[in-house]
């Protein structure tokens, strides 16, 4: 009889949890969390109340395990990393640094499935707020980097391809006229053969006179 009293007290608690346990706050206040009614604690989770306002899933995650080194794990990549800590080796009792979105109920959760509750209302959490995410002209660094490189090859190939029109479109510039020079051989020949024609001219136009074959005929007859 007794057995069974346990039993429905244990399934009574996991249904029911511990209704009294509520909390509230501002971001950075500290509270501190009790696991009431567990005789021994295994692990913490948290179910967030506006899961949106964090960027997670509806749902619980764990949050702090116990260790048999008698130092609590907790959860590198759960929202409260560096805010979380326990204040005795039994994970009993845990306190938190509290931020925007911490809204939620957190488990306590015994070797025996047994576990507590607590609800936590953190002061300017809504289901107004906004998801957080890329906002307007902010991108994730490692697709900005891709796509930064991606659109330099782009510019470059394009700005290519411009040079190669233009170049092809604009007209050439008329090419310079020859010019004809004389060799030096052949000035020389021209002015030396110059003086001569114009003394064989003088010879040759020079006719004998009227008198001037008499007087070679009358002294050959003498």
Not at 82 to 103: N, Y
Not at 187 to 192: D, G, L
Request: with cysteine; charged share 20%.
């Amino acid at each position: 009889m007794a057995l069974v009293l346990q039993l429905l007290l244990l399934l009574l608690s996991r249904a029911q949890g511990d209704p009294g346990a509520s909390l509230d706050g501002r971001p950075g206040d500290r509270v501190n969390f009790s696991c009431v009614g567990v005789s021994h604690p295994i692990r913490w989770a948290w179910a967030p109340s506006f899961p949106a306002c964090k960027g997670l899933a509806k749902g619980r995650r764990p949050i702090l395990w116990a260790s048999s080194s008698g130092t609590p794990t907790v959860s590198p990549v759960q929202p409260f990393a560096g805010r979380l800590r326990a204040l005795d080796p039994s994970i009993r009792r845990l306190e938190l640094l509290l931020s925007a979105g911490d809204s939620g109920t957190f488990f306590c959760r015994g070797r025996h499935e047994e576990e507590s509750r607590t609800v936590l209302h953190v002061l300017g959490d809504g289901a107004d707020c906004r998801a957080p995410g890329p906002t307007h002209g902010s991108m994730n660094p490692q697709l900005l980097i891709p796509l930064l490189g991606a659109g330099l090859v782009l510019g470059l190939g394009a700005l290519g391809v411009v040079w190669w029109w233009l170049r092809r479109s604009l007209p050439h510039p008329p090419r310079p006229l020859p010019r004809f020079a004389l060799s030096p051989l052949y000035r020389s020949t021209r002015e030396s053969q110059a003086p001569e024609a114009s003394k064989g001219g003088g010879a040759d136009c020079r006719r004998p006179g009227p008198g001037g074959g008499k007087g070679l005929g009358i002294g050959r007859g003498w």
